[in-house]
Every structure is written in structure tokens, then in C-alpha cells.
Nanobody
Framework: QVRLVESGGGLVQPGGPLRLPCAAS????????MSWYRQAPGKERELVASDSSLGSTNVADSVKGRFTISRDNAKTTLYLQISSLKPEDTAVYYC?????????WGQGTQVTVSS
């Protein structure tokens, strides 16, 4: 079984930075893709950024330049670095791990951007 635990969310002022970690544990294959999604109130969940264990990363055009995805050297912790937070970044941020036909989700972490 695989477990994903996100953290780092909270109330943040506009313009501030934030880093969200997602720790993966359990039977994690060395070949996988980890991604960050977010879901704002009343909106569908959207893909923000993804990172493949084979070395490629993708960031959604809507957040490119402000969001950076990365992993630690052990490849078990995924990070989402956000700079210049905007009120429209308010959402629950979810971590997702994809291994072949299997997908796993974390419980999400709430990010609220407000002054």
C-alpha cells in the first residue's frame, strides 16, 4: 500500500511564498509520476504540476513562472514551491502518485491566500 501525506498549507498573505511537501511511503515503485493538483471552491480539480521519476517535469501554463515542482534525492518527497501567492491560488492542494495502472491520493492541504 502507498500513503501520501501533504503538509505546509495554511493562511498566507498575497505576494508571499509557500512550500508544500508531500511525503510518500509504502510500496512506491522507482518508476512513477508524482503530481500536484488543486481544487478551488466550486471548481473542478486541476493539474498544477507533475514530476516523473525519469526526469521530466511539467507545470500548468496558468501558474508557470510562479510554481516549481521538485523532489528530494530519495525521490519520496515531492515539493511544490509557490512564489507570489495570489488570492486565486486559494484551494485544497492534493498530491497524487501514479504507478502504472495505480493512482494514489493524499488527503489534501488547504491553502488560503488572504490579507
Amino acid at each position: 500500500q502507498v500513503r501520501l501525506v501533504e503538509s505546509g498549507g495554511g493562511l498566507v498573505q498575497p505576494g508571499g511564498p509557500l512550500r508544500l511537501p508531500c511525503a510518500a511511503s509504502g510500496s512506491v515503485s522507482s518508476i512513477n509520476t508524482m503530481s500536484w493538483y488543486r481544487q478551488a471552491p466550486g471548481k473542478e480539480r486541476e493539474l498544477v504540476a507533475s514530476d516523473s521519476s525519469l526526469g521530466s517535469t511539467n507545470v500548468a501554463d496558468s501558474v508557470k513562472g510562479r510554481f516549481t515542482i521538485s523532489r528530494d534525492n530519495a525521490k519520496t518527497t515531492l515539493y511544490l514551491q509557490i512564489s507570489s501567492l495570489k488570492p486565486e491560488d486559494t484551494a485544497v492542494y492534493y498530491c497524487e502518485l501514479s504507478m502504472g495502472q495505480y493512482n494514489y491520493w493524499g488527503q489534501g492541504t488547504q491553502v488560503t491566500v488572504s490579507s
